[in-house]
């Protein structure tokens, strides 16, 4: 059976009670087993579960795809071409064995530069082997920016399988992809698990992608005593490999399947659930359902249109502290967002209340490394004596490390009569053969910036003359990075002096820290999350903010784009909230004028109260 669990209708509870009702019923605890998405949400439902009947159930297999994998794996290693006793490898060792493959590749080609770090290859290989797709694939669909790199990229990932089997060794991804091929090629085996789990329970299997389906047909094979647990309407997560497929379209793979259907809602008010379901009703490909609240009248959701992302920081911050003057607890409060990046304006105007908060979509602004790295090239320009930052931007560049950029910046500096932006052209002779083309691009670079007087200009210009194509080598999100660079681009636009502007980044700089010093010393701190992050969350006052067409829903180039994920994004950040929801987009931005979401304009518009800021 498929049972379709809607927003805060109790999702655990089903699977606590399946498990419980199973038990009682005469099926052993060691004839279950349980597929979760974290061994902590397995151990839960077995504590609640024994709570329930007063019977032990230890004896239950419970855990992730991973770990249920690796327990059959260990014992049947030698019939997949491994010796007893493998070992796993943990993301850092995989990482560490990717750079060793990439070093040995880059060894042998003149064009190693083009090689990405080892951190984008272990994120791109991990796709691969998610989605069952190849490399080339992959990158078409993920890291489109490293297709000229493609064969390099290859001969590294085939050194890297190479190795693994001479060292016995497994990473992460390989667990899955062995499980299907162990359970698919050895029949016996195969008969001796399906027939030993007479029932098998998926948790959140609108988040599986294909090979752990596959693994859950595989171990129901024999019996098809299959409960799959999950929403249609809440799977998001695409970019990790999960496919949409497997739940829309269970009941093909499974002809006799029974579906049933949780729509009571034990979390918001029926304000808040009218506008989600009117939200989600515009998705085609979906299960329809329509969720009920069984709590009392509340207020409309609030639409709130601003002028800018400076106004909208503003609103959402003083809507905040009036609710703190009044009473209310910051942990009751969230702002969403549907990338990090819209996070930047809304983190300013918190700090600069004094309000404590807390980041959970990644690292606070000023404390992430492209942000840093970027300021840097604007930092030589207005200090050229800045030591830190000259290092930080060599040692960027290939074929440069400590020593050598030690070595470059005491040519730069040797002169007293002469800054080091003036012995920048020459600086060459410093450095290894290897590293003087790349050397003298950066020199041509930044010899370009010092033209610029705008700090707008100067970070467009060093993200197209050197720093876009590092972003692409050297991190697994860069395309969620350059748009963080675009926005603080966008938000230099007020600045006609760049040392203002960089005087204006070091005082946010450093209050973030002391914010997040008094949040640790209250204990209390408004969420800010991206969307992806808020999954299984709720608070009872939300801000979805930034509620635009080209934001919100992203519009991403490549044929993977999909508004109707898109859509069902926007569904499960509407049914975080409990009490309060505002529903926040702006008129312009740093680059032009701006449409409000097609998202907002597919709700009636009686659903929603529309707020006028004077």
């Keep these: 059976m498929l049972v379709l669990a809607g927003a805060g209708t109790g999702k655990t509870r089903t699977l606590t009670y399946r498990v419980a009702w199973l038990v009682e019923n005469g099926v052993h605890p060691s004839n279950i087993l349980l597929l979760t998405f974290t061994n902590k949400a397995s151990k839960e439902m077995m504590r609640r579960a024994a709570s329930l009947i007063g019977a032990d159930v230890t004896s239950l297999w419970g855990g992730t795809f991973h770990h249920i994998g690796n327990l059959i794996l260990k014992s049947h290693a030698r019939l997949l071409g491994y010796k007893d006793g493998f070992s796993i490898l943990d993301r850092t060792d995989t990482k560490d064995l990717f750079e060793t493959c990439r070093t040995a590749v880059a060894s042998a080609h003149k064009d190693s530069q083009l090689l990405p770090k080892a951190s984008v290859l272990t994120d791109l290989h991990s796709y691969a082997r998610n989605t069952s797709k190849p490399a080339e694939t992959a990158i078409s669909e993920r890291f489109a920016a490293l297709l000229p790199n ?43 698990y399906s027939r030993r789990f007479r029932h098998v329970l998926v948790d959140e299997y609108q988040d599986t992608n294909m090979l752990q389906a596959e693994v859950v047909a595989l171990l129901c094979s024999y019996h098809r005593n299959i409960t799959a647990v999950g929403d249609d309407a809440q ?25 049933f259907k949780l729509t009571t809602n034990y979390r918001s008010t029926p304000q808040i659930l009218h506008t989600a379901n009117a939200a989600i009703a515009a998705n085609r490909r979906q299960f329809h359902k329509e969720l009920r609240a069984v709590r009392a009248e509340g207020e409309l959701p609030a639409l709130v249109p601003l002028e800018d992302v400076r106004e909208q920081a503003l609103f959402v911050a003083s809507k905040i502290k009036d609710a703190v003057d009044d009473g209310g607890a910051l942990d009751d409060i969230a702002v969403l967002y549907r990338s990090h990046y819209q996070s930047m304006e809304i983190q300013m105007e918190l700090t600069r209340l004094g309000i404590p908060y807390d980041v959970r979509s990644g690292m606070k602004f000023f404390e992430q490394a492209h942000i840093k790295d970027i300021l840097a090239y604007l930092r030589i320009l207005s200090n050229p004596y800045d030591e830190i930052s000259w290092k930080r931007l060599l040692k960027m560049l290939p074929g440069i490390g400590n020593a050598t950029a030690e070595k470059i910046w005491n040519y730069l500096t040797q002169s007293p009569q002469t800054p080091p932006l003036e012995r920048l052209i020459g600086a060459a002779a410093a450095a290894p053969k290897k590293a003087r083309e790349h050397l003298a691009a950066f020199a041509a670079c930044i010899e370009g910036l010092r033209k610029i007087s705008a700090p ?10 050197s720093y876009e194509k590092y972003l692409f080598l050297t991190f697994p999100d860069a395309d969620n990075r350059l748009r963080d660079l675009t926005q603080l681009s966008e938000y230099a636009v007020k600045y006609t002096s760049t040392d203002t502007f960089l005087s204006e980044m070091a005082i946010q700089g450093a209050e973030q820290p002391m914010a997040a010093a008094a949040a640790a010393e209250s204990g209390e701190h408004v969420v800010l999350s991206s969307i992806h992050q808020a999954k299984g969350l709720e608070w009872k006052t939300v801000f979805i903010i930034g509620l635009n067409d080209g934001q919100f829903p992203s519009i991403k180039s490549g044929k993977n784009w999909d508004e109707e994920e898109e859509r069902r994004l926007f569904y499960v950040a509407l049914t975080r909230a409990c009490d309060e929801l505002y529903l926040c987009y702006t008129y312009t931005s740093y680059a032009g004028l701006m449409r409000p979401s097609r998202f907002i304009r597919d709700i009636p518009g009686g659903l929603f109260e529309e707020i006028e800021i004077i």
């Design 150 to 192: 493609a064969q390099l990229i290859s001969d590294v990932t085939t050194l890297y399988e190479k190795k693994k089997r001479e060292l016995n060794l497994v990473d992460f991804d390989d667990i899955l992809h062995n499980l299907v091929v162990l359970l698919r090629d050895h029949e016996d085996i195969r008969e001796y």
């Design 235 to 259: 799977s998001i997560f695409s970019f990790r490999g999960a496919n949409f497929e497997n739940i829309l379209n269970f009941q093909k793979q499974y002809p006799d399947a029974r579906i």
């Design 456 to 465: 707008s200009e100067a970070i467009d210009k060093a993200l197209r003359g």
